[in-house]
């Protein structure tokens, strides 16, 4: 069964410093895989999402993810964080067919210290 | 465009009493479902509505009802309130086909069972 984790529950980085929030999938094809930010008290937003190709992908805000199939994981980074990062973060993959769906991690929430 | 908006925001309910969480979206989207988040638990789909008339069930419907009458609206029933159903809810749409993963969320409602 498809499943999505999330090894790191909190985090917290220093504004300026760099950022990586891991994700680890386990799916038996060729995944599709997304990141979604939280702001706090707010609905989830799509940051980036990968389908096929270029394994590194760009999002907004600054962020961007790298598919790698050898250690099934697609883990986000941002070179300089600002403090309006804070937020919880989720890494979901799609299921394909006819029953298609996300499966979600269950998040890391990011500090950032001013 | 307003996207996905939810009413109420807040609610508080006793035992045994139902309500209706309103969903809405104005994007024409096709796919709409209804997700709830708990602390620890990540997302958790209740049920998802691939279009007009069509309605199926997530990984946690019991307790839940929907129905998919219009395009625009996606209503979420809690037939008799319990506990276990305070969490905060919220409705998500998307387009068909691929674009099924890429999903634009409400604010949110947070409800709170005594």
């Known amino acids: 069964a498809q499943s999505v984790t999330q090894p790191d529950i909190h985090i917290t980085v220093s504004e300026g410093a760099s950022l990586e929030l891991r994700c680890n999938y386990s799916?038996?094809?060729?995944?599709?895989l997304f990141w979604y930010v939280q702001s706090p008290g707010q609905g989830l937003q799509l940051l980036l999402k990968y389908f096929s190709g270029d394994t590194l992908v760009q999002g907004i805000k600054g962020f961007e993810a790298e598919f790698k199939r050898s250690q099934s994981s697609f883990n986000l980074r941002k070179p300089s964080v600002h403090w309006s990062d804070a937020a919880e973060y989720f890494c979901?993959?799609?299921?394909?067919?006819?029953?298609?769906?996300?499966?979600w991690g269950l998040g890391t929430s990011l500090a950032v210290n001013p | 465009n307003a996207g996905v908006t939810q009413t109420p925001k807040f609610q508080v309910l006793k035992t045994g009493q139902s309500m209706t969480l309103q969903c809405a979206q104005d994007?024409?989207?096709?796919?709409m479902s209804w997700y709830r988040q708990d602390p620890g638990m990540g997302l958790r789909l209740i049920h998802y509505s691939v279009g007009a008339g069509i309605t199926d069930q997530g990984e946690v419907p019991n307790g839940y009802n929907v129905s998919r009458s219009t395009t625009e609206d996606f209503p979420l029933r809690l037939l008799s309130a319990a506990p276990s159903q305070t969490s905060v809810y919220f409705c998500?749409?998307?387009?068909?086909?691929?674009?099924?993963?890429?999903?634009?969320f409400g604010p949110g409602t947070r409800l709170t069972v005594t």
């Open positions: 998500a749409s998307s387009y068909g086909g691929q674009g099924i993963y890429e999903q634009y």
């Open positions: 799916y038996g094809a060729t995944p599709y």
């Open positions: 994007m024409n989207h096709e796919y």
């Open positions: 979901a993959v799609a299921t394909a067919g006819n029953n298609r769906k996300l499966i």
